[in-house]
């Protein structure tokens, strides 16, 4: 089964920093990738997913962007971010099954 | 579009109680459906699934059906713990391009001793 690793576990920024968030995943190759926001007591918010290298679909238009330099990598990054950011964010990747792996989150608050 | 709906919460119950999460779905065609579970500042974990009509998911004394005819995958445990205090989320899957879960927006369970 595939582990998936997200860093850091709890992240404050300011208001207009820049973001980076890091998930690999191991177990699997060539997984589909995940990014997904849960603000505080509401449901998960599909972000982007990824089927493989290089290759972002976005779901919402906002103030975030992925990435997916290598195949068990996938990053969220923001230039700037806003108050409306905060929340907690979570990577998946999909198994052969298609079921989806979480990993742990991060807790982002920006202050 | 496709769409998940699950009962809001919080359901708070007394421990040994029977517990009861509804969930119905909108959907074209047949999607595969799951419970995720997420404890207190964790991630999501799966906790069962089903893949087509009249399969039943357990897990843990869980237990859920995949009722085509009335759109439903009710989740259900007999006598709960104070560990299955935690945020259960239903879920549905189409094997399609990008395989993406359409969540419900989740209930919340607690569970006093």
């Known amino acids: 089964s595939q582990t998936i690793h997200q860093w850091p576990a709890t992240l404050v920024q300011p208001v207009g920093s820049p973001l980076s968030l890091e998930c690999t995943v191991e177990g699997t190759s060539n997984p589909n990738l995940y990014w997904y926001r849960q603000a505080a007591g509401r449901g998960l918010q599909l972000l982007f997913y990824s089927v493989g290298i290089g290759q972002i679909s976005s779901e919402v238009p906002q103030n975030l962007s992925a990435s997916r330099p290598q195949d068990r990598q996938f990053i969220l990054s923001s230039k700037k971010l806003l108050l409306s950011d905060s929340g907690f964010y979570l990577c998946?990747?999909?198994?052969?099954?298609?079921?989806?792996?979480f990993g742990p989150g991060t807790r982002l608050t920006v202050t | 579009g496709d769409s998940v709906t699950q009962m809001e919460g919080p359901v708070t119950l007394s421990e040994e109680a029977f517990l009861t999460i509804n969930c119905t779905y909108t959907?074209?065609?047949?999607?595969?459906l799951f419970w995720y579970v997420q404890y207190p500042g964790e991630g999501l974990q799966l906790l069962l699934k089903a893949t087509k009509a009249d399969d039943k998911g357990s897990n843990k004394g869980f237990e859920a059906t995949y009722r085509k005819e009335t759109t439903s995958f009710h989740l259900e445990k007999g006598s709960v713990q104070v560990s299955d205090s935690a945020v259960y989320f239903c879920?549905?899957?189409?094997?399609?391009?990008?395989?993406?879960?359409?969540f419900g927006g989740g209930t919340r369970v607690l569970v006093k001793p």
């Open positions: 879920a549905l899957l189409y094997k399609a391009a990008g395989n993406k879960l359409t």
């Open positions: 959907a074209t065609g047949y999607p595969s």
């Open positions: 998946a990747g999909r198994d052969l099954n298609y079921e989806q792996y």
